[in-house]
């Protein structure tokens, strides 16, 4: 593709602040996508991986199959998450080595090498901004010798060994890893997401499962509830007669503590030890039926809230995969646009620093690549924020 004859950087690093146009524009990739993919990570780095683990959260179930297939769904789930990494694990990596986003090479988890890029790309435009501000000293003939001479030296700047021409190319190269990278975790994420979906959708075998289990434990509840009203009715008028025919009992007691003192007493018959034994049986289930309701509707809502995030958060990797191709495509104009300047224009024109400054918008070049290196700075420091979790259905804060 043709190029252009100018210095100022393509569209499509920087994106205009949602919070309004007297804000500083953001970094490309620091898009709801971005946020919207760390939200799906740190839920589902919550998810049980095993049946103990699910059944110590959510209860039992008949089927120990339906928990097995469950957690294998939720363990491909998580398993991605912990690949992918987030800002406490970055936090973490950064403590063992506080060289690890300067290193040449990317690091392993996506999370860590997304901000690694940024970091890489924040280099990149503030050698830009950087080289682009010294083109007054470097052009000045002083410095350079006749304009011929000079413009040799700025060609050496753009298309040389290190020069821009190079370093374009580089971040380039750079990109297209970590399109390659996300691209695998994208093309792992939708069968899981798929296969997941089958267990929390709405109409999903195992949801109704849940809900059944739910109403079940809700009737239970008000059976036992009615049991042991009726076992503690029955052992206090069992008690209640024992105790009137015993006067000497009740004068012992004072009238205060009659139940106990009663059985202390050895009074009651077998009919009020059956009651009590009855009531505390009733009391036990009904407790076990209020846990069991209480962890269905934890899993209910746990599944609720996969079902809601797992369409968002797989079209949110596509939309941040679509977004690196974007960027690349900025780098690649920028190599281009340097090497039409470098082979379209006479070394005269080129050593003119008057020329170069209006006719490749110097100024706005050296600004733009600036904003550009300011706002990935920004991007790398927000991905140290970590943030706190809330349940699906809990209250929002204010």
């Not at 060609?155 to 691209?183: R, W, Y």
């Not at 012992?252 to 139940?259: H, I, M, N, R, V």
């Not at 202390?264 to 009020?272: C, F, M, N, S």
Request: charged fraction near 20%.
């Amino acid at each position: 593709m043709a190029g252009t004859a100018t210095l100022v950087p393509p569209a499509g690093l920087v994106v205009s602040n949602p919070q309004g146009t007297d804000k500083k524009p953001l970094f490309a990739l620091f898009t709801s996508d971005w946020l919207r993919m760390q939200s799906f990570i740190a839920q589902t780095m919550q998810l049980p991986i095993t049946q103990g683990n699910f059944e110590d959260k959510y209860g039992k179930f008949s089927s120990e199959q339906d928990i097995a297939d469950v957690v294998a769904a939720m363990a491909k789930i998580q398993g991605l998450s912990a690949q992918f990494g987030d800002p406490q694990k970055l936090i973490d990596e950064l403590k063992n080595d506080p060289t690890i986003l300067q290193s040449p090479n990317p690091p392993k988890e996506l999370y860590i090498y997304i901000v690694w890029f940024a970091t890489k790309l924040y280099e990149a435009a503030n050698s830009y901004h950087q080289t682009l501000g010294d083109f007054e000293q470097l052009l000045n003939p002083s410095n350079c010798g006749t304009p011929a001479e000079c413009g040799e030296v700025l060609k050496t700047i753009l298309t040389g060994q290190g020069g821009l021409q190079s370093t374009a190319a580089d971040m380039v190269t750079k990109t297209n890893a970590l399109i390659q990278a996300m691209a695998g975790f994208e093309q792992q994420l939708k069968p899981a997401v798929d296969e997941m979906a089958t267990y929390t959708s709405d109409d999903a075998t195992f949801m109704k499962e849940v809900e059944a289990d739910i109403g079940q434990d809700a009737t239970d509840i008000k059976t036992y509830t009615a049991a042991a009203a009726a076992a503690y009715k029955s052992w206090e008028d069992y008690t209640i007669a024992a105790v009137t025919v015993s006067l000497g009992l009740m004068i012992f007691s004072g009238g205060l503590a009659w139940p106990a003192a009663a059985v202390a007493a050895g009074v009651l018959g077998h009919d009020a030890v059956e009651a009590r034994e009855a009531y505390d049986k009733a009391e036990s289930n009904l407790h076990a039926a209020e846990k069991d309701k209480q962890q269905k509707m934890t899993l209910k809502n746990d599944l609720g809230g996969l079902n809601h995030s797992m369409p968002a958060a797989s079209a949110a990797a596509s939309a941040f995969l679509k977004k690196l191709q974007e960027v690349m495509g900025v780098w690649e104009n920028t190599a281009t646009n340097i090497a039409y300047i470098a082979d379209n224009f006479t070394v005269e024109k080129l050593g003119d620093l008057n020329w170069v400054m209006q006719a490749l918008d110097l100024h706005k070049a050296t600004e733009d690549w600036q904003q550009i290196a300011a706002a990935t700075q920004e991007y790398t420091a927000s991905s140290l924020v970590t943030y706190t979790l809330l349940d699906f259905g809990a209250k929002l804060p204010s």
